[in-house]
Protein backbone atom coordinates (compact mmCIF):
# COMPACT_ATOMS: atom_id res chain seq x y z
CA UNK A 1 0.00 0.00 0.00
CA UNK A 2 1.36 3.15 -0.76
CA UNK A 3 2.11 5.85 1.53
CA UNK A 4 -0.55 8.84 1.17
CA UNK A 5 1.76 11.66 1.78
CA UNK A 6 3.92 10.44 -1.36
CA UNK A 7 3.85 12.61 -4.65
CA UNK A 8 4.19 11.18 -7.77
CA UNK A 9 5.78 13.00 -10.96
CA UNK A 10 2.74 14.62 -11.89
CA UNK A 11 -0.20 13.33 -9.79
CA UNK A 12 -0.37 14.94 -5.94
CA UNK A 13 -2.00 11.97 -4.60
CA UNK A 14 -1.23 8.88 -5.41
CA UNK A 15 -4.62 7.66 -3.97
CA UNK A 16 -6.04 8.94 -8.04
CA UNK A 17 -2.19 7.45 -10.00
CA UNK A 18 -4.78 5.12 -11.88
CA UNK A 19 -7.92 5.65 -13.78
CA UNK A 20 -10.31 3.12 -14.59
CA UNK A 21 -12.13 4.88 -17.48
CA UNK A 22 -15.12 4.26 -20.33
CA UNK A 23 -13.90 5.01 -23.84
CA UNK A 24 -15.91 5.74 -26.56
CA UNK A 25 -16.48 3.72 -30.15
CA UNK A 26 -14.12 5.14 -32.64
CA UNK A 27 -17.39 6.79 -34.51
CA UNK A 28 -18.70 8.00 -31.22
CA UNK A 29 -15.32 9.45 -30.64
CA UNK A 30 -15.52 11.23 -33.66
CA UNK A 31 -18.47 12.60 -33.17
CA UNK A 32 -17.62 13.85 -29.48
CA UNK A 33 -14.79 15.64 -30.40
CA UNK A 34 -16.83 17.23 -33.96
CA UNK A 35 -19.02 18.85 -30.55
CA UNK A 36 -15.90 20.45 -29.11
CA UNK A 37 -14.35 21.60 -32.31
CA UNK A 38 -17.74 23.07 -33.15
CA UNK A 39 -17.36 25.39 -29.75
CA UNK A 40 -13.69 25.92 -30.52
CA UNK A 41 -14.26 26.94 -34.17
CA UNK A 42 -17.04 29.47 -32.61
CA UNK A 43 -14.41 31.04 -30.48
CA UNK A 44 -15.99 29.86 -27.68
CA UNK A 45 -13.26 27.62 -25.89
CA UNK A 46 -9.39 28.31 -25.95
CA UNK A 47 -8.02 27.89 -29.17
CA UNK A 48 -6.45 24.23 -29.09
CA UNK A 49 -8.12 22.56 -26.63
CA UNK A 50 -9.51 20.03 -29.08
CA UNK A 51 -6.24 19.49 -30.63
CA UNK A 52 -4.52 18.93 -27.27
CA UNK A 53 -2.89 15.86 -26.38
CA UNK A 54 -4.58 15.30 -23.06
CA UNK A 55 -8.35 15.35 -24.83
CA UNK A 56 -9.60 12.55 -25.06
CA UNK A 57 -13.37 12.02 -24.51
CA UNK A 58 -14.11 9.40 -21.84
CA UNK A 59 -15.58 8.87 -18.44
CA UNK A 60 -14.22 8.15 -15.29
CA UNK A 61 -15.59 5.51 -13.18
CA UNK A 62 -13.06 5.63 -9.95
CA UNK A 63 -9.28 6.84 -9.27
CA UNK A 64 -6.98 4.59 -7.02
CA UNK A 65 -3.87 4.03 -5.93
CA UNK A 66 -4.16 0.55 -8.12
CA UNK A 67 -6.38 -0.30 -9.96
CA UNK A 68 -6.51 -4.36 -10.66
CA UNK A 69 -7.67 -5.74 -13.81
CA UNK A 70 -10.55 -7.61 -11.85
CA UNK A 71 -11.83 -4.01 -11.53
CA UNK A 72 -11.69 -3.65 -15.56
CA UNK A 73 -13.18 -6.75 -16.33
CA UNK A 74 -16.58 -6.52 -14.15
CA UNK A 75 -17.15 -2.78 -15.83
CA UNK A 76 -17.29 -5.23 -19.28
CA UNK A 77 -19.28 -7.82 -18.06
CA UNK A 78 -21.98 -5.45 -16.55
CA UNK A 79 -21.92 -3.45 -19.88
CA UNK A 80 -21.96 -6.46 -22.24
CA UNK A 81 -25.16 -7.87 -23.63
CA UNK A 82 -25.84 -4.46 -25.32
CA UNK A 83 -25.34 -1.98 -22.27
CA UNK A 84 -22.70 -0.20 -23.88
CA UNK A 85 -25.06 2.15 -25.91
CA UNK A 86 -25.11 6.01 -23.81
CA UNK A 87 -27.01 8.98 -24.95
CA UNK A 88 -25.91 12.27 -23.82
CA UNK A 89 -29.15 14.61 -23.92
CA UNK A 90 -28.13 17.38 -21.49
CA UNK A 91 -24.89 19.75 -21.04
CA UNK A 92 -23.49 21.43 -17.41
CA UNK A 93 -20.28 22.92 -16.10
CA UNK A 94 -18.09 22.56 -12.92
CA UNK A 95 -15.94 25.21 -11.20
CA UNK A 96 -18.30 27.98 -12.36
CA UNK A 97 -18.38 27.09 -16.18
CA UNK A 98 -14.84 26.73 -16.49
CA UNK A 99 -15.12 22.96 -17.90
CA UNK A 100 -18.17 21.88 -19.98
CA UNK A 101 -19.45 18.52 -19.46
CA UNK A 102 -21.95 15.86 -20.89
CA UNK A 103 -24.14 14.16 -19.05
CA UNK A 104 -26.30 10.79 -19.88
CA UNK A 105 -29.29 10.53 -19.90
CA UNK A 106 -29.57 7.16 -18.00
CA UNK A 107 -27.35 6.68 -15.49
CA UNK A 108 -28.54 3.65 -13.72
CA UNK A 109 -26.12 0.87 -15.82
CA UNK A 110 -23.20 3.36 -15.09
CA UNK A 111 -23.83 3.12 -11.35
CA UNK A 112 -24.08 -0.82 -11.53
CA UNK A 113 -20.63 -0.78 -13.41
CA UNK A 114 -19.15 1.37 -11.23
CA UNK A 115 -20.53 -0.47 -8.47
CA UNK A 116 -19.19 -3.39 -9.72
CA UNK A 117 -15.43 -2.01 -10.36
CA UNK A 118 -15.69 -0.94 -6.60
CA UNK A 119 -16.58 -4.06 -5.16
CA UNK A 120 -14.85 -6.45 -7.10
CA UNK A 121 -10.98 -5.68 -5.68
CA UNK A 122 -9.76 -4.22 -2.12
CA UNK A 123 -11.32 -1.52 -0.90
CA UNK A 124 -7.98 0.46 0.74
CA UNK A 125 -6.82 0.77 -2.68
CA UNK A 126 -9.85 3.00 -3.95
CA UNK A 127 -8.97 6.86 -2.78
CA UNK A 128 -11.44 7.34 0.10
CA UNK A 129 -13.26 10.07 -1.69
CA UNK A 130 -15.03 7.52 -4.25
CA UNK A 131 -17.22 6.78 -0.89
CA UNK A 132 -17.38 10.65 0.50
CA UNK A 133 -17.88 12.28 -2.84
CA UNK A 134 -21.36 12.10 -5.15
CA UNK A 135 -20.06 10.53 -8.43
CA UNK A 136 -20.93 12.41 -11.44
CA UNK A 137 -21.26 10.38 -14.57
CA UNK A 138 -19.93 12.77 -17.57
CA UNK A 139 -17.82 13.30 -20.35
CA UNK A 140 -15.62 16.20 -20.44
CA UNK A 141 -15.82 18.43 -24.20
CA UNK A 142 -13.95 21.35 -22.76
CA UNK A 143 -11.58 22.56 -19.84
CA UNK A 144 -10.93 25.94 -19.51
CA UNK A 145 -13.63 27.77 -20.65
CA UNK A 146 -12.69 31.41 -20.71
CA UNK A 147 -15.76 33.25 -18.48
CA UNK A 148 -16.52 35.79 -21.21
CA UNK A 149 -17.79 32.84 -23.06
CA UNK A 150 -19.09 30.53 -20.52
CA UNK A 151 -22.76 30.85 -21.16
CA UNK A 152 -22.51 31.06 -24.39
CA UNK A 153 -20.54 27.58 -24.84
CA UNK A 154 -23.40 26.19 -22.91
CA UNK A 155 -25.91 27.25 -25.13
CA UNK A 156 -23.92 26.01 -28.10
CA UNK A 157 -23.36 22.66 -26.82
CA UNK A 158 -26.75 22.11 -25.60
CA UNK A 159 -28.31 22.83 -29.00
CA UNK A 160 -25.49 19.89 -30.03
CA UNK A 161 -27.72 17.44 -28.45
CA UNK A 162 -28.96 14.76 -28.00
CA UNK A 163 -25.27 12.87 -29.12
CA UNK A 164 -25.65 9.17 -29.00
CA UNK A 165 -22.84 6.30 -29.84
CA UNK A 166 -21.92 2.97 -28.00
CA UNK A 167 -18.71 2.65 -25.18
CA UNK A 168 -16.21 1.03 -27.16
CA UNK A 169 -13.80 0.07 -24.15
CA UNK A 170 -12.86 -0.20 -20.14
CA UNK A 171 -9.66 1.30 -20.06
CA UNK A 172 -6.72 1.48 -16.28
CA UNK A 173 -4.85 4.39 -17.29
CA UNK A 174 -1.46 5.72 -15.03
CA UNK A 175 -1.59 8.95 -14.84
CA UNK A 176 1.45 9.83 -13.43
CA UNK A 177 3.51 9.79 -16.73
CA UNK A 178 3.66 11.97 -19.98
CA UNK A 179 1.92 10.90 -21.85
CA UNK A 180 -0.07 9.07 -19.51
CA UNK A 181 -0.27 5.21 -20.49
CA UNK A 182 -2.71 2.54 -21.41
CA UNK A 183 -2.47 0.06 -18.43
CA UNK A 184 -5.11 -2.61 -19.55
CA UNK A 185 -8.34 -2.57 -22.32
CA UNK A 186 -11.09 -4.98 -22.73
CA UNK A 187 -12.62 -4.14 -25.77
CA UNK A 188 -16.63 -4.00 -25.27
CA UNK A 189 -16.94 -5.05 -29.03
CA UNK A 190 -15.59 -7.99 -28.23
CA UNK A 191 -17.11 -8.46 -24.56
CA UNK A 192 -20.54 -8.21 -26.43
CA UNK A 193 -19.70 -10.86 -28.92
CA UNK A 194 -19.03 -13.49 -26.38
Known amino acids: ?22 RPTDEFDARLRRAARTLESAGLIEPGATTAERFHPHMTLLRASE ?3 VRAEAVAKRLAGGHAEIR ?8 EGRVLYLVPEVRSVLDRARANAIDAAPLDELDPLVYERKWTPH ?52 ARRR
Open 1 to 22: MSDWSERGAYVHDMRHRYSLEL
Open 88 to 95: FAAASAFG
Open 67 to 69: IRE
Open 139 to 190: VTLAYSVPEATRELAHTALAELLPLEGAWGSVEIWDLDVRPTELEYSIDLGA
